[in-house]
């Protein structure tokens, strides 16, 4: 499984795409989105998904 953004609630601050260890995390038109082909929620390197870890705005970062 991967996780998704809630683009009603970014505040497309970018912190999530620098954060992202994969690389899945982009910008796309007006929003950011995550590649489910790349994220494996962090799964391995970290205790926690260091895009929701890093997000202003609880839940916006969760599990698709």
Known sequence: MAFKIIASQCTQCGACE?????????????????????CNECKGGFDTQ??????????????A
């Open 18 to 38: 620098f954060e992202c260890p994969r690389g899945a995390v982009n910008f796309k038109g007006e929003k950011y989105v995550i590649d489910p082909a790349k």
């Open 50 to 63: 260091q895009c929701a870890s890093v997000c202003p705005v609880s839940n916006t970062c969760v599990p």
